[in-house]
């Protein structure tokens, strides 16, 4: 089967094929192998027959980007766009919002939502998410019988129990679609101070060897080198254009800075023309920002940076930069893994540990697999490249080697009351179906 000049892989058929026959579709695949693609048929199907579609995401940069492609294929009149920053046109056929927004939606019994015929769940398991995870659950509690789910995720192992409860829960089929091959080979490295670009084995093997000071009997401590950034950019410079994550938002600014100081790149005019002219027109205030001011100095030798803290007509001018291919390197948190259509040659950890806003501790494979997808563009690339910097004192590897291996973290309710979700259940609905609706929840599936 063919579709917008593509030959479909057989998942993509399954899941249309599903589609359809009116059922709901549960698409488990890796990151870059074109569950999109999916989602775009439903879009385009509906709309040539005049129904409407919601497609929901958990970040607003991911809405911000799917509102414009849209708008680009359909018209700007018949797209809308709802998130916490920005409402355009809310009666549009083809409605992009938050997961929140359409939750608060089909939780209040909003009028809209009885003519939609499937909402799109992009990045389903955000469901994980432990502060968060609730508004997926209580999303899809809440839709209208009719309506049907397409939930678009990478790998889950738990995938045929996700869409078990929401047959049980909606009483419609629900299919499962799952595709586990890469569409573009993706080799993992390692980068340590002392041996470079390396393999996990390697690594291993130099790290066992006893220190000689320690085997003459020496107690002369040696301070493992760290590695830096600028020296891994120098060995893969080759293999560029590159997202460089890191889990700290000062961290990235500062990084950016660093390597456009150590003069790698030249300077293009191209891109200090299109700085001008995307900040010619803005609010004064913003070029007194220190975050502009580094723009302004990194961004006219291919090296950006984009995170949560930035201002959006930032993060756009830097999106923008980056689809045109003029940004070599980008120094991100993970946020930027999150479904924004943004592939890279390679992809650079500077850590693999993280703060989760109570401790530090190892990244989980789900995590990890979402940001190493985003390596290696389909029809571009012929594999993609993945550099993981190593501190010898944080050096754990087993538990490395079986992060990186595959993903195994199942999904998992996160079901909780918030004070919102009580008060519309004690609004719209007596005793009786409060019960009723609160035994619909993937906890008590999961549970029971």
Known sequence: MHYKGFELDKFQED???AIEHNKSVVVSAPTGSGKTLIADYIIDRDFRKGIRVVYTAPIKALSNQKYKEFSRSYGEENVGILTGDVQKNPDALILVMTTEIYRNMVMSSDPFISDISYVIFDEIHYINDIERGYVWEESIIFSKPKTRVLCLSATIPNAQEFAD???AI???E???VRHDER?????VNFYDAELGVTDLKNLKQHMDIPEYNKFMGKRIRHKPKIPSHIDLIKEIKNNLPCLFFSFSRQKCQKNAMELAKAQL???NPEISSFI???LSNSNPDINKLESTKIMRQTLPYGIGFHHAGILPILKEMVEDLFEKGLIKVLYTTETFAVGINMPAKSVCFESMRKFDGVSF???NSKEYFQIAGRAGRRGIDTEGFVYIMIERRFFEHDRIKRLVHSDTIPIKSQFRLSVNTVLNLIKHHNEKEIDEILSKSFHSYQKY
Not at 183 to 187: G, N
């Open 276 to 278: 001008r002219a995307k």
């Open 361 to 363: 501790r190892l990244m």
């Open 265 to 267: 790149f030249e300077p």
């Open 183 to 187: 569409p573009v080979p993706l080799h």
């Open 174 to 176: 629900v299919v499962v």
């Open 165 to 167: 409860w929401i047959e």
């Open 170 to 172: 909606k009483e419609h």
């Open 15 to 17: 899941a249309i094929n």
